[in-house]
């Protein structure tokens, strides 16, 4: 019986071993405002606008009560090659595709994130942390979000300071009542 890490790690290796190189496999740890952490695997052939996310607790949840991890993989790598899953991801990969115009910036307590900040850009602003976020869609209920990492910025070769103008700017004009973020950017000069 794998504990949850290794149940991670093996999913995702078996999905590669069988999938080969014309599909994209990655996982990555959301973690919520509430402090939940979820760990998803996106996995996709290679050129798809959109990957498919699965939930791995989900999966653990049902590989603990008794679903062989074998079936399991098995299971995974039929909805990665039909493109179904839990949710679907846009082609985070390319940031003048779908982020440049997507790209926002969230504000949340510095000290009650530290956690959540290990990896990601951000900007700490007295006892605040400026974050990066991919809006993915939004709707009655909300929205779907996906923190930008150190490791996707890598990815699209921009640099933090790049990355800040555009999601201010993002963030006033799909938000336009939210303004709290430039109210709080020192650049700005409204702040000592």
Not at 114 to 139: C, N, Q, S, Y
Not at 164 to 174: G, K, L, P
């Amino acid at each position: 019986m794998y504990k949850f890490e290794e149940f991670v790690h093996e999913t995702k290796r078996g999905l590669e071993s069988q999938m080969g190189d014309g599909y994209q496999i990655f996982t990555q740890q959301a973690i919520k405002n509430n402090g939940i952490k979820q760990t998803h695997l996106i996995a996709g052939k290679n050129g798809e606008t959109t990957l498919p996310v699965f939930h791995l607790e989900k999966g653990y949840g049902r590989y603990l009560d008794g679903l062989g991890f074998d079936e399991w993989l098995e299971e995974i790598r039929q909805l990665v090659e039909r493109g179904a899953g839990d949710e679907r991801l846009p082609d985070l990969g390319d940031f003048d595709a779908w982020c440049r115009e997507n790209v926002l910036a969230k504000v949340v307590n510095y000290e009650k994130n530290k956690d959540f900040l290990v990896g990601i850009p951000h900007e700490r602003v007295l006892d605040l942390a400026i974050t990066f976020h991919v809006l993915l869609d939004r709707h009655a209920g909300g929205m779907r979000t996906f923190t930008v990492t150190n490791g996707l910025l890598r990815t699209w070769g921009i640099g933090e300071g790049e990355l800040r103008e555009c999601a201010i700017s993002n963030t006033e004009r799909i938000f336009p009542c939210q303004t709290v973020i430039r109210k709080f950017h020192p650049r700005h000069g409204l702040m000592a």
